[in-house]
């Protein structure tokens, strides 16, 4: 049964276009590496992290998450911000996001030293529209000083179901490797297939030559991709076109951060992938870094905002055991986010505040996860300005004091054995101006100082006590 397996597994891999690293194919969870064995992954998909001239255009960016849920079940679901500005030529331009989420189950799966053969399938849905991408990527290029990406968004408006499948299988190579040596050469093939319900068909095959010592790995490898079906908009049948075509990918991973960036032999193609796992041997110990000093810096979306959080503990004042801490947090946010949809009004936001968080472990969580939540209060300014049609209005600006609340959960990244650790953190964040004001811009009335919350997610740095 074994050998029928891997037979079945190679002869699908051959048969089926292969996911990819990038995890462009909307809804279905990317590889593993043999290597790894993680839980939870988070990665950002980015055409920055290639060499394209292509920049900010097509699939500019995705955000995903993939769990496994236990030993057969596993969950993914992305987001992504598709344009067509720079490029668009004789053809209207455009933008239009897509979000998608899936169910797996895992058919079979063998697992060794550096050996995996695995099919997967699934199912779920794929859903295009407005989903907050212009803001997102007009504050990040505020950010960065970039250029603004005014493209309007597509009527196109719809929901559809998706399946999918995929393969993949590794093993050491049978030559090269040193007994004594710590170093493994080894080969990573993957393959995987989706379609919707309205035609779509997404396809892509890799193959890798891979180099692991323990918690790095290495890897460089060919694939090709195809997509069909995708005429719905111009936006969808541009990206659909510029991401098929032959690509070289290169990758390295050490403990659990991945960065990989991925060229197309057409020089106007490329991409690239970060991504972070959780559950990699993260358990928490009594003595772990719950008892000490905490350092976050994240990003707010839709309204793109830097976030700096320092913490620590006040197990004098409040009760503290093994499993929750109390602790003394401040927080600072800068940001340029974009007022609504249009693109040529934003705010430059500053944000000053004190707090008190509890961090907690309930018994259903697994240890390597812990909730958190915090309330505080603080100092908000707002300035309205203009950019584009707009980008001689005069600014107005207003402050108000405010309380903030957050709450949401810390995944541990590093094994429980280090003095400091890497964690993630992904939460809700709100904040509640005492005096929201209108005031004349661009003549007209604009609302400054809203009540309003925001998707937080970023990196903790945990240290001891």
């Known amino acids: 049964m074994n050998l029928f397996r891997q037979i079945l597994c190679a002869v699908l891999l051959v048969a089926l276009p292969g996911i990819v690293l990038a995890g462009e194919i909307p809804g279905v969870p990317p590889p593993r590496l043999p290597s790894l064995e993680p839980v939870a992954e988070l990665y950002n998909s980015n055409d920055n992290l290639g ?21 057969r079940w596993l969950f993914a ?6 344009t067509f500005d720079k490029y668009a030529n004789e053809n209207p331009d455009g933008r239009l996001d897509q979000v998608s989420a899936s169910l797996g189950y895992r058919l079979f799966r063998r697992r060794g030293e550096n050996r995996q053969t695995n099919l997967d399938i699934g199912a779920g849905f794929r859903s295009t529209d407005n989903f907050g991408g212009s803001r997102i990527q007009n504050g990040f290029h505020q950010l960065a000083s970039d250029r603004i990406v005014e493209s309007p968004y597509v009527d196109s408006d719809r929901t559809d179901l998706a399946g999918w499948i995929r393969g993949d299988q590794a093993g050491p190579l049978p030559w090269g490797n040193d007994q004594d040596s710590p170093w493994r050469w080894g080969y990573w093939l993957n393959g995987a297939t989706a379609a919707t319900s309205d035609g779509q068909t997404d396809g892509t095959g890799a193959a890798n ?7 790095f790995d290495a890897w460089l490898g060919l694939r090709g991709d195809w997509r069909s079906g995708y005429d719905q908009d111009q936006v969808q049948s541009a990206t659909a076109d510029n991401e098929e075509g032959g690509y070289i990918n290169v990758g390295v991973r050490y403990g659990p951060i991945l960065v990989e960036t991925v060229q197309g032999f057409d020089d106007d193609k490329a991409f690239g992938r970060v991504s972070i796992f959780s559950g990699m041997g993260g358990d928490v110990s009594k003595r772990g870094y719950i008892d000490g000093r905490g350092v976050t810096v994240a990003i707010t979306v839709p309204r793109t905002q830097v976030v700096a959080q320092g913490r620590i503990p006040v197990c004098r004042v409040f009760t503290c055991d093994w499993g929750s801490r109390w602790r003394l947090m401040a927080d600072g946010r800068y940001g340029k986010p974009s007022e609504g949809t249009s693109p040529d009004v934003y705010l430059e936001i500053v944000q000053l505040g004190l707090g008190l968080e509890l961090e907690d472990r309930p018994g259903f969580m697994p240890r390597w996860l812990a909730a958190y939540g915090s309330v505080g209060a603080g100092w908000r300014r707002e300035e309205v300005f203009g950019e584009l049609d707009l980008s001689n209005a005069p600014e107005t600006s207003e402050s108000s004091a405010l309380v903030m609340g957050e709450a949401g959960i810390r995944a541990a990244l590093q094994p429980a054995d280090q003095a400091w650790r890497l964690r993630v953190q992904v939460g809700l964040s709100g904040w509640l101006p005492f005096d929201s004001k209108r005031v004349d811009f661009a003549d007209g009335r604009q609302r400054l100082l809203k009540p309003d919350a925001s998707l937080l997610v970023g990196g903790v740095l945990d240290f001891g006590s």
């Open 77 to 82: 679901a992305d987001h992504s911000i598709l």
């Open 51 to 71: 060499r394209g001239k292509h920049v900010d255009d097509f699939r500019t960016q995705q955000f995903g998450v993939a769990l496994v849920l236990d030993d």
């Open 209 to 215: 030559l891979t180099l692991n010592n323990g918690r």
